[in-house]
């Protein structure tokens, strides 16, 4: 989504309340599917900044991080963000605050949302805190049924203990 800056002399701030699909899937490994994202907010202008902030929210589908099983996953997560006319505004690479500059005069708000959402999802993502995940012996999706593989793991201390008797021959 877009504004340009002559939206403005309609009135300020404007309201915003829109849906815009965005290029989510497979910008972050888990996500498989993706929603049109919903954004509500405010943009208001202030000499010659632009600042816009509201929720963002929509739903993605992810594979699980430990099951790989696609589910459903809500978010909705706060953005802000500062754009700058670059004719008489500050220097873009102020330090303190990251600036975007209007492109044709125009807010683009697509790559803020996008980059809003990205962050906002955590490393691994579960389908829930209780997924078994993949039976590492069968491949079962422990989840769905139990396939009553005892996984060998060996206590390292016994392990030793095995070759000492092993060598033994
Ligand atoms: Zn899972
Ligand atoms: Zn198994």
Redesign the pocket.
Known sequence: MELHKNDFLKGNPITIDTNVQLDLVKRHIQIVGASPVHFTGTATKMAHLYVVEGDVTGELTLD?A??L?PFPYHYQVMVKETFVDAEGGPDVQDGETDYFPLIEDKIQLDPSLQSAILLSLPQAI???DQ?Q?ICPECGTNR?EKNCGCVVKRVDPRWAALGDLFNNKE
Do not use: A, E, L, Y
Request: aromatic share 0%.
């Open positions: 699980c430990r099951c099983t579960r389908c829930s997924c995940g989840n």
